[in-house]
């Protein structure tokens, strides 16, 4: 059998029919409900968000959102929040630290939009204040790389206790694309930029940037996604249980102390 490499799982992360954001949403959670905008500009649905039962317990769900087909890629931003996404999502952090709710988050994302609009509305200042705030924040969070989790875009909603990471998935400061841009002064050079930048699972595991690796069925999620949202349910319930034993004070002290020993 032939080794998989980076840029595999890069092809995989980005499949057209690989499970969203919502799909896992509506199979590990009971009585979702969807909450919408960020009370400034917009509902941005390049964010989905809300409140659900895990079992028994009300948690805070968020989820970077791509669509299946063209039609659902163009309303939902081909999973590229705009700034209004981002504060939607940090308002419904700050109502489930109101309410002592855990928070999970799912990253899919080729990063923020970058468009003028998103600019012009504070793009840099929404992900930043979003990194500020969930360092703080006195509840479990739980963040799960389900497809390509890129750059500011994906941190934005990364800032968790436990970071977990589907098998296939991909975690990275930019696109392999972007990087051979820069780096290489060539885009062709993805496949190499890939192998270079260490954005698997199973690296990110080896630096300290990510706690878990979820296992995925041969040729990737979308071939058993009932599975796999099992195997993402146990992760959760098993995070939150550990991480409920643990004083806001601690909790917080230790998420800080987490990312800044990442990559040493």
């Known amino acids: 059998m032939s080794k998989t490499t980076a840029w ?3 092809t995989l992360a980005r ?3 690989r499970p ?3 799909d896992y949403i509506n199979l590990i959670f009971d009585e979702f409900i969807e909450l919408h905008g960020d009370r400034n500009f917009s509902d941005d649905k390049a964010i989905v968000g809300g409140i659900a039962k895990l079992d028994d317990m009300p948690v805070t769900v968020i989820g970077e959102q791509k669509g299946k087909n063209a039609k659902e890629n163009m309303e939902r931003n081909f999973g590229m929040p705009n700034p209004e996404g981002y504060r939607k999502a940090l308002r419904l952090m ?4 109101k309410f002592n709710r855990p928070i999970i988050t799912f990253i899919d994302t080729p990063g923020a939009y970058p468009g003028m609009g998103a600019e012009e509305r504070g793009q840099g200042e929404a992900i ?3 990194l500020i705030e969930m360092s703080t924040l006195k509840v479990p969070i739980i963040c799960i790389i389900i497809g390509e989790g890129s750059s500011g875009g ?5 800032v968790g206790d436990k970071i977990a990471m589907l098998e296939n998935a991909v975690y990275s400061i930019l696109s392999p694309e972007g990087f051979a841009s820069i780096l290489y002064k060539d885009s062709s050079k993805c496949k190499e930029a890939a192998e ?3 954005i698997t699972a199973k690296e990110l595991k080896v630096l300290g940037i990510i706690d878990e690796i979820i296992k995925e069925p041969e040729g990737g999620a979308q071939e058993d996604i009932n599975k796999v949202s099992k195997s993402l349910k146990r992760c959760i319930v098993k995070s939150i249980k550990e991480l409920k034993e643990v004083s806001a004070e601690d909790l917080i002290q230790q998420r800080y102390d987490k990312f800044r020993q990442m990559g040493k």
């Open 8 to 10: 595999d799982r890069v």
């Open 196 to 198: 270079n930048m260490k």
């Open 154 to 158: 994906a941190l934005a909603i990364a």
């Open 128 to 130: 930043a204040k979003n």
């Open 94 to 97: 700050k109502q489930a630290e």
């Open 15 to 17: 499949l057209q029919d």
């Open 20 to 22: 969203k954001a919502l």
